[in-house]
T-cell receptor, first 114, second 109 residues
């Protein structure tokens, strides 16, 4: 398996634009997590899905953020409109049985909003 | 108070040194304990996993858990420049992991 695949690796956009980040989890994994990572705040859980259903989105900072998982092999995180304070690394992870056995992370998308 | 506390460092050691990384936690419900390593511009990768108090060894790495004190440690023996990375502790209760802030480690030749 190729692991968790995220795209794009880097994204530079202007304030106010819509940004869509993509994630392909490991085949067979039933949990998918979206994290935001910054130097100041570390890893912050934004939302996670179990069997394609959103379970906890309490970490989504505000209504500008939305996430979907239309099927077991694809998820998106959308920011509309983007703001400079959204600049961060966005990491996607997948796992079996929640966090019991740990997660497998993708390489992340480095987002810069100017 | 955060559920998981980890000294962010940075920590700089000479090659060959023994490194000790530590986390404390407050949630007694945590049952599974992990250490992740994250190289620059990469996602975190699982390094060590344990679910009971005591020590677990894997090569140069030893993970230690003390549930009574709510304290976990990662020891790296004979540290190498290739060990330079950010190390994150993580703990699980139910369906998700809670991460520490991460400790930046640099091993210089």
């Amino acid at each position: 398996d190729a692991g968790v695949i995220q795209s794009p690796r880097h994204e530079v956009t202007e304030m106010g634009q819509e940004v869509t980040l993509r994630c392909k989890p490991i085949s067979g994994h039933d949990y998918l997590f979206w994290y935001r990572q910054t130097m100041m705040r570390g890893l912050e859980l934004l939302i996670y899905f179990n069997n394609n259903v959103p379970i906890d989105d309490s970490g989504m900072p505000e209504d500008r953020f939305s996430a979907k998982m239309p099927n077991a092999s694809f998820s998106t995180l959308k920011i509309q409109p983007s703001e400079p304070r959204d600049s961060a690394v966005y990491l996607c992870a997948s796992s079996l049985a929640g966090g019991i056995y740990g997660y497998t992370f993708g390489s992340g998308t480095r987002l810069t909003v100017v | 108070q955060k559920e998981v506390e980890q000294d962010p460092g940075p920590l700089s050691v000479p090659e060959g040194a023994i490194v000790s990384l530590n986390c404390t936690y407050s949630n007694s419900a945590f049952q599974y304990f992990m250490w992740y390593r994250q190289y620059s511009r990469k996602g975190p990768e699982l390094l060590m996993y344990t679910y009971s108090s005591g020590n677990k060894e894997d090569g140069r790495f030893t993970a230690q858990v003390d549930k009574s004190s709510k304290y976990i440690s990662l020891f790296i023996r004979d540290s190498q420049p290739s060990d330079s990375a950010t190390y994150l502790c993580a703990m699980s209760a139910g369906g998700k992991l809670t991460f520490g802030q991460g400790t930046i480690l640099t091993v210089h030749p």
